[in-house]
């Protein structure tokens, strides 16, 4: 809860009964003000009367007043924590088209005998026969296969980092069997590569966001 309540709590038995009923309360309801310093500030008095007040004070980081140089008045600011849900880590399934070719594809699919299932009469043997013979061409040129997929990414990452970043793990690795100079080196380098790319990314990232500021404010 915030506001200029005009109860002064910073010397409340000086200044009326105001400030030491919103003490009362503030005790009573488990409230601390994150203020702590005069908010109105004038030739012959200092107050607090612009209170921020809170039941959880370990939710903020930093708390203060700032002089607008326009009022008597300081302008009161609080910095929050800020936290957000990590997503999972999964395994998915998928087929694969790593290795696809469009040509072979219908070339092979071309020399499948479609006309056997239909010798049945029966309509669910057509259909599951149709389906092994369709399935059998496919899986072998796009099989399926089981991906990891990784929780918790940041939204600027990008396809040159991520490389950058599994080449990291397996020299990393690399390392850790051998224990060499040459692979501490070799990793090393790849490490310093992995934070320029950072940078660049979290730059390229937050420029974006700013130039779709001008089109999408409410986004923004």
């Known amino acids: 809860m915030l506001g200029d309540l005009n109860c002064v709590i910073l010397y409340p038995s000086n200044n009326g009964s105001e400030g030491r009923h919103l003490l009362d309360m503030c005790e009573i309801f488990n409230l601390d003000c ?12 200092q107050t607090l009367i612009d209170v921020l007040l809170t039941n959880n ?29 990590h997503k999972k ?28 299932p239909f010798i049945s009469d029966d309509v669910d043997d057509q259909v599951w026969a149709f389906h092994h013979l369709f399935n059998n061409v496919v899986s072998e040129h796009a099989p399926v296969k ?17 490389r950058a ?18 692979s501490w080196s070799a990793y090393k380098k ?12 979290i730059g390229c990232h937050f420029q974006s966001k700013a130039r779709d500021s001008l089109s999408k404010p409410q986004e923004f």
């Open 165 to 182: 970043i599994r080449l990291r793990k397996r020299l990393w690795k690399k390392y850790m069997r051998q224990h060499s100079e040459s």
């Open 89 to 116: 880590s999964m395994m998915i399934t998928s087929r694969s088209y790593k290795c696809y070719d469009k040509e072979k594809f219908l070339s092979d699919l071309s020399a499948v005998p479609f006309h056997v």
């Open 57 to 85: 004070k370990r939710r903020f980081l930093a708390s203060g007043t700032l002089e607008p140089h326009v009022s008597d008045h300081r302008l009161v600011f609080t910095v929050m924590r800020a936290s957000h849900r």
């Open 190 to 201: 790849q490490r310093n590569v992995c934070t320029s790319l950072r940078r660049k990314a």
């Open 34 to 45: 994150l203020i702590n310093e005069p908010t109105r500030l004038t030739t012959t008095s």
């Open 146 to 162: 089981r991906f990891h997929f990784r929780g918790g990414h940041v939204p600027y990452i990008t396809p040159e980092w991520r």
